[in-house]
């Protein structure tokens, strides 16, 4: 991670009148938080094989305060990272809203996958004792897990299948605040004082 970029802390608001949400889940190929997802084989363990009767694919929506890497033409090179807290706005905002079924392929408009619904998701929160599952040890607390079912036979057999995609990526509208350094915030603090 280059610390000279800038960082921004994205926020979601709790109040359902805000537009700021997660609301889809969209099967990539390279997901930006840089975990792929986990294909049961069986009831007993996580492995890489698909089982075509299960249709499951389990992986981590969000990484609570990981940099992702963004680029774009009005705010140049910087990264956003999502926190604990929010991600917990997202994850409950997503439910409340009746978004389980928002499943979409490589984040393309209109490409809703028909057949294919979240019917399982946690935080992990050690404060609670929920942990990350078995493959996931390495996922930090506040991090959002979920298990998408996918009922879509060709779907299934033409990229599932074929490992076309390999993990989640989340799509949504999101508030931002620039994350400060240290340094950063005393400065910020004595700029306070002086102005009184």
């Keep these: 991670m280059k610390r000279e970029l800038p960082i921004y802390k994205m926020i979601i608001e709790e109040n359902d009148m805000d537009e700021t949400e997660v609301n ?13 997802w986990l294909k049961f084989k069986d009831n007993k363990e996580f492995k890489f094989q698909a089982n075509p009767e299960r ?10 305060d990981l940099p992702i890497y963004r680029r774009d033409a009005s705010m140049g090179e910087y990264y956003v990272v999502f926190d604990k807290a929010n991600i917990e706005k997202a994850a409950l905002k997503f439910f409340r809203k009746g978004y389980g079924k928002n499943i979409n392929f490589m984040h393309q408009e209109g490409s809703t ?6 019917f399982e998701s946690f935080l992990i929160d050690e404060s609670r004792g929920i942990t990350p599952p078995k493959g996931f040890e390495d996922l930090p607390d506040g991090s959002w897990v979920g298990s998408v079912k996918i009922d879509n036979e060709a779907f299934w057999k033409t990229y599932v299948s ?8 989340v799509e949504g509208i999101f508030g ?10 005393v400065i910020q603090e004595v700029i306070k ?3 009184g």
């Design 176 to 185: 931002h605040e620039l994350e400060m350094t240290e340094d950063e915030k």
């Design 24 to 36: 889809y889940v969209s099967l990539v190929d390279e997901p930006a938080i840089d975990r792929m």
């Design 55 to 64: 249709k499951i694919l389990t992986g981590a929506l969000m990484v609570a």
């Design 193 to 195: 004082e002086i102005n």
């Design 113 to 118: 996958i028909e057949g294919a619904y979240m």
């Design 162 to 169: 074929s490992d076309s995609v390999m993990g989640f990526s």
